[in-house]
């Protein structure tokens, strides 16, 4: 019905850059807010940003100043920049988006199935 994909994940050195990028598609109606989370082995999922239908943006104190979040409405994807990279981003980073589907009652959310980003040090 609804599916989230993402792609961009994968190994880069501290200091270096990755792009994550997420689709979504299927008989949705209209998507609200949408979201990166990740999760560290051993850890907890962690919200790491989220951006607003209207653009309106928040961080993660750890990442703030280093990853941008921005979407494309018209193609209902959303994008993580990831800059200056460091061994603790690592996780498998999540798309998430809050959206009510074609002909639906209600709003909720959906994930992505997850890609992996790796940080050497």
């Known amino acids: 019905q609804v599916q989230l994909v993402e792609s961009g994940g994968g190994l880069v050195q501290a200091g270096g850059s990755l792009r994550l990028s997420c689709a979504a598609s299927g008989s949705i109606f209209r998507i609200n807010a949408m979201a990166w989370y990740r999760q560290a082995p051993g850890k907890q999922r962690e919200l790491v940003a989220t951006?607003?239908?209207?653009?309106?943006?928040n961080y993660v104190d750890s990442v703030k100043g280093r990853f941008t979040i921005s979407r494309d409405n018209a193609k209902n994807t959303v994008i993580l920049q990831m800059n200056s990279l460091k061994p603790e981003d690592t996780a498998v980073y999540y798309c998430?988006?809050?959206?009510?589907?074609?002909?639906?009652?209600?709003?909720?959310?959906?994930w992505g199935q997850g890609t992996q980003v790796t940080v050497s040090s």
């Open positions: 951006i607003t239908s209207g653009g309106s943006t």
């Open positions: 998430n988006a809050n959206l009510r589907v074609v002909m639906g009652l209600r709003v909720r959310d959906y």
